[in-house]
């Protein structure tokens, strides 16, 4: 599977823009940073204007502690 720089690009201002619009989301994974290893259980809640709520969890592994990684070096934390 080719990658395309340029969508690169597109992913890495999306991730510009949702640390600025949401910066408590950054400081929050910093802070659990060290926590984030495999086991480790990431909860996510979604709750609809309407009030509906919608939850689900992840068992962190190693592919998806790299996959975090990624991510936060691509937005130039490391």
Avoid: C, Q, W, Y
Avoid at 11 to 21: G, Q, S, W
Avoid at 51 to 57: D, F, I, R
Avoid at 58 to 69: F, G, P, Y
């Amino acid at each position: 599977m080719a990658i395309n720089p340029m969508e690169l690009l597109k992913l890495k201002d999306r991730l510009n823009l949702f640390r600025k619009d949401h910066p408590r989301v950054g400081s929050f994974m910093s802070a659990v940073r060290e926590d984030m290893r495999p086991g480790a259980v990431l909860e996510l809640k979604v709750t609809s204007p309407e009030g509906k709520e919608l939850v689900t969890n992840i068992k962190m592994n190693e592919n998806d502690i790299e996959t975090l990684r990624l991510l936060a070096n691509l937005r130039g934390k490391k």
